[in-house]
């Protein structure tokens, strides 16, 4: 590797470092970071943690199977399907640890998300109310 490609990756890094949280560098800090959000609400970190991170690779392995169908011609056949059922299934495991982590009733999760998209679509999916929201619709 050239020297200059090195420099600007050490420099790079560098970068990275100063625009990083201490938290995220700092395993007292995560410590620290964990005890405040659990001593000023009820939210279990280490059940939010398993689902944050559950649901992030879970997700990724459903999209795999879906890229490869879609851009590499993995066939839609029922042994994918299983496959993207039994995924569906991680997903849906730790979405459920997410709401118990949250305290938060898994039906008011979904009848919440309900309320949430016939406020911003009515009846019908239109584009427009996909990408140009309403003050306060996240």
């Known amino acids: 590797m050239s020297k200059e490609v090195k420099d600007f990756f050490s420099t790079y890094s ?4 100063k625009v990083t949280s201490e938290p995220s560098i700092d395993l007292d ?3 620290k970071s964990f005890d405040n959000i659990e001593e000023s609400s ?3 970190m280490p059940r939010l ?12 392995e459903f999209v795999e199977i879906v890229k490869k169908m879609v851009l590499q011609g993995k066939p839609a056949s029922e042994d994918n ?3 993207m059922k039994r995924e569906l299934g991680d997903i849906m495991w730790y979405w459920t640890t997410a709401c118990a982590s949250l305290g938060l009733d898994p039906y008011e999760v979904i009848n919440e998300n309900q309320k ?12 427009d109310r996909s990408e140009v929201r309403k003050d306060g619709d996240l």
């Open 116 to 127: 949430k998209l016939e406020a911003r679509y009515g009846e019908k999916f239109e584009v």
């Open 49 to 60: 943690l398993t689902a944050a991170l559950g649901l992030g690779s879970e997700t990724g």
């Open 42 to 44: 009820s939210i279990k």
């Open 14 to 17: 560098d970068f990275v470092t």
């Open 29 to 31: 800090a995560l410590k």
């Open 81 to 83: 399907i299983f496959h």
